[in-house]
């Protein structure tokens, strides 16, 4: 009976979907309180479990473990409704603190399991854990958290928890401190939040910006996947700022002083010159050159045969610059290729 009652207890508290009922006590055995608990039949409480002898008349509290037992009775269980109770206890805590410490201990569909000083286990969902997205959920494990309590649900005995809103949060608080001491013109550090096509968004100390496109590179052959990960810690300018929208327009190049403004003196014409293939037209080749110049090598000036591989280095010879294109055009070096 006792490992049966174990096993149906197990089942019960995995379920967590029992209501705790106050009962009665009508009699009571060596073994056993019997419990008018509002059915048409009794229900009984192992002793073991309740942990001492009641008296006739006591009231207790308990849930339905089993609804009919083969003697007809229901098995009750006191150490749910205790189970019930501390869980109870511990939400409501919780919703009036807001805030809980906790450690990531598994991954499941959807997010992380969280263990919690409370001795329960809350839902940490994958799109609550961060600001900027999860690339590597493994690094998480283990991981002491921070968090705020999203939800309650007590029917079925869950909590969620967001990461996520407690740093939007705190964010929101530091943006206002952040926004009123940065300039125009000002060079920072930042956090890489997204990279897209389109450019980089960078977390400027709780303040959302975003490097176009075209103020990664002065040369403009650098792409935003070329520049930057997630995660990663970059130096940015400050072009604009949006104090209604809390925004920045950021620029990486603009950090340095356009290279175009010596590039004849950098990049004489018969001189020879190293360069990397990047990108390739209709009409030709865009070339990397150092100190991040684009150079460009027409199709029709390459020997018969020959194609240029991306991502390879190549010599070329500069032909002339294209001042209004802001580009050096090149030739092709008939000597051996190194």
Same mark, same amino acid.
């Given at each position: 009976?006792?490992?049966?009652? #174990?096993?149906?207890? =197990?089942? &019960? ?9 106050? /009962? ?33 008349? +006591? ?6 473990? %089993?609804?009919?037992? %083969? $003697?007809?009775? #229901? ?7 205790? &189970?019930?109770?501390? @869980? ?6 919780? $919703? ?5 410490? !906790? ?7 959807? /997010? ?14 994958? &799109? ?43 964010? #929101?608080?530091?943006?206002? *401190?952040?926004? *009123? ?36 590179? @002065?040369? /403009? ?7 930057? +990960? ?15 929208? =809390? ?8 950090? &340095?002083?356009?290279? @175009? ?18 990108? =390739? ?6 070339? =990397?050159?150092?100190?991040?110049? #684009? !150079? ?27 001042? %209004? ?6 030739? @092709? ?6």
């Amino acid at each position: 009976m006792e490992g049966e009652f #174990a096993r149906l207890l =197990e089942k &019960s508290f995995k379920r967590l979907n029992n209501e705790i009922i106050t /009962g009665t006590v009508v009699k009571v055995t060596d073994r056993e309180a019997f419990i008018d608990f509002g059915w048409k039949s009794e229900g009984i409480v192992p002793l073991k479990e309740l942990g001492y002898k009641p008296k006739i008349g +006591e009231e207790i509290d308990v849930c339905v473990v %089993e609804p009919e037992t %083969e $003697e007809g009775y #229901a098995l009750l269980s006191v150490n749910c409704a205790r &189970s019930i109770k501390e @869980w109870e206890k511990i939400a409501s805590d919780l $919703e009036k603190k807001g805030v809980i410490r !906790g450690r990531i201990k598994q991954r499941v569909r959807g /997010g992380y399991k969280v263990a919690i000083s409370q001795g329960i286990t809350v839902f940490l969902p994958m &799109s609550q854990v961060d600001i900027m997205p999860v690339t590597k959920p493994d690094d998480w494990l283990d991981r002491e958290i921070e968090a705020k309590v999203l939800s309650v649900d007590r029917k079925r005995r869950s909590i969620v928890i967001s990461r996520r809103k407690l740093l939007e949060e705190k964010r #929101a608080k530091m943006r206002k *401190e952040t926004l *009123e001491k940065l300039k125009e013109g000002d060079v920072v550090e930042g956090i890489v939040k997204n990279v897209v096509d389109f450019g980089i968004f960078v977390d400027v100390q709780g303040v959302d910006g975003l490097v176009h496109k075209s103020d990664i590179s @002065w040369s /403009g052959l650098k792409t935003p996947f070329d520049t930057a +990960e997630i995660g990663d810690r970059i130096k940015v300018k400050i072009k604009k700022i949006d104090r209604e929208k =809390e925004r920045l327009v950021l620029s990486i190049k603009d950090i &340095s002083e356009d290279p @175009w403004l010596e590039v004849n003196k950098r990049y004489k014409v018969g001189t020879l010159v190293k360069g990397i293939i990047v990108r =390739e037209d209709k009409s030709g080749y865009w070339i =990397e050159l150092p100190d991040d110049i #684009a !150079g460009y090598v027409p199709v029709d000036t390459l020997p018969k045969g020959i194609k240029l591989k991306y991502h390879h280095k190549y010599r070329f010879m500069v032909d002339r610059i294209d001042e %209004e294109k802001r580009r050096v055009i090149l030739k @092709w070096q008939e000597e051996r290729q190194k």
